[in-house]
């Protein structure tokens, strides 16, 4: 076996190895030896005990050669990771993974590859770290139909909110505090742009549909632009925000839509109390109902033992002289834009304290086929604002209301506009 890496994850990929060596091969049937471990530096302090002797910087020659049957690859980014997993997977040997950014980019590739090599291709430790979540939707509910996933797939920005939440921080003071406590990187772009979310939900949908989907064709929004003040308003009205991902198939069936955003859920919804950097991820569907897989979705250790349980199950096809299920696109949905995506807004607005306003309002979401649930007024004078909350609307109409109510003259401005999940 080889390692690509050992960085944060892989250090403790080496670890779970050397400590559970004889647990290992009685699960596998045979023991399991590591035979080179590829980094960038060979001189570098690393967390955990390494033979000099299997370290080596030319990661394409360990892993094409003969002695080796499976690789572990913990290196992330797109390239050389890609590469390497190819030239892999071309000449047989089974490869685990959990590069999110790779297989959300260019899935098929790899895919192609493990296809044309007879090799494994396993991943499980690519969404939500620790938590057991592709296998159930690739085997557990390979008899159901599944509809919708919905989650909390990133925990820097879990923890972010959460702290904006529970403490009244901002958006920056929240983000220090993570960076300060190892949850965000010293660049978080990835995380709180939803970056890293939006590439966990193509994976996610693409099992749980049954259909090719890329982190390119994922709606992403970020949580950069959440305040203090929007995340007091929504606690005021018995709402949590969270950065979500959501997966889920058309009214008609005929094509799914996959988004990451930040939304309002209630209080009373479980994904509400999910807390710090923790994920949670629902899964609805038809004959099972609504799962909930709950966990640490990050970190070394959980990472590791997702990247283990991976290798064993590898391990035992290579041994049976089997090879586990091959990617399923069977079903070829189209992928919707968010335009399409029928949701629900909470929306503020700054107007005219003045008779009519609200008429002049409602007139406008009417003529967009937009239905106002609730509204409520708050303030006077310069204070004044409407707060609404729709009926579900297409995406496209709710944005062209958007746009409109910028050109009254008795809105001063649009304070913010969040989309509502979770409670209708």
Do not use: W
Request: aromatic share 4%; glycine share 10%.
């Amino acid at each position: 076996m080889a390692l690509l890496g050992c960085g944060v994850v892989g250090s403790q990929v080496i670890r779970l190895i050397h400590e559970q060596s004889a647990d290992l091969a009685a699960r596998i049937g045979a023991p399991v030896e590591l035979a080179g471990v590829a980094v960038r530096r060979l001189g570098r302090k690393r967390d955990v005990e390494v033979d000099p002797a299997l370290l080596t910087t030319d990661a394409e020659s360990l892993v094409t050669r003969d002695d080796i049957d499976i690789v572990i690859e913990v290196i992330g980014g797109i390239e050389p990771a890609r590469s390497l997993i190819t030239a892999a997977l071309s000449r047989g040997k089974s490869v685990v993974t959990a590069n999110k950014a790779l297989l959300g980019e260019d899935g098929a590739t790899l895919h192609e590859a493990a296809r044309a090599g007879r090799g494994d291709l396993y991943f499980e430790a690519s969404v939500a770290g620790a938590i057991p979540l592709l296998r159930p939707l690739r085997e557990s509910l390979a008899g159901d139909h599944v509809n919708r996933v919905l989650g909390i797939v990133n925990g820097t920005t879990n923890y972010i909110l959460d702290k904006m939440d529970s403490t009244g921080a901002s958006f920056t003071d929240a983000l220090e505090e993570a960076q300060t406590l190892g949850y965000a990187e010293a660049d978080p772009t990835a995380d709180i742009e939803g970056f890293d979310a939006a590439a966990k939900a193509a994976i996610l949908a693409g099992h749980a549909f049954h259909s090719r989907v890329t982190a390119a064709q994922v709606h992403r929004e970020g949580i950069t632009e959440i305040t203090a003040t929007d995340v007091a308003s929504a606690k005021a009205m018995g709402y949590v925000i969270k950065l979500l991902a959501i997966c889920a198939r058309s009214d008609d069936g005929r094509s799914v839509g996959v988004r990451v955003h930040p939304a309002m859920i209630p209080r009373t919804h479980p994904l509400a109390g999910v807390r710090e950097a923790y994920n949670a991820v629902f899964v609805e569907a038809e004959s099972a109902g609504q799962l909930m897989f709950y966990g640490k979705g990050a970190g070394g250790a959980p990472t590791a033992s997702a990247v283990l349980g991976d290798l064993v199950a590898v391990a035992r096809n290579r041994l049976a002289g089997t090879r586990g299920a091959e990617e399923s696109t069977y079903a070829s949905l189209r992928v919707h834009p968010i335009g399409e995506t029928v949701t629900r807004c909470h929306v503020a607005l700054d107007v005219a304290d003045k008779p009519g306003v609200l008429a002049t309002v409602a007139e406008l979401f009417a003529k967009h086929d937009v239905s106002i649930q609730t509204v409520r007024q708050e303030g006077h004078g310069d204070d004044a604002q409407l707060v609404i909350v729709t009926h579900r609307a297409t995406d496209a109409d709710l944005t062209a209301t958007m746009e409109d109510l910028r050109e009254l003259d008795v809105v001063r401005a649009v304070a913010s506009v969040m989309r509502v999940e979770g409670d209708e």
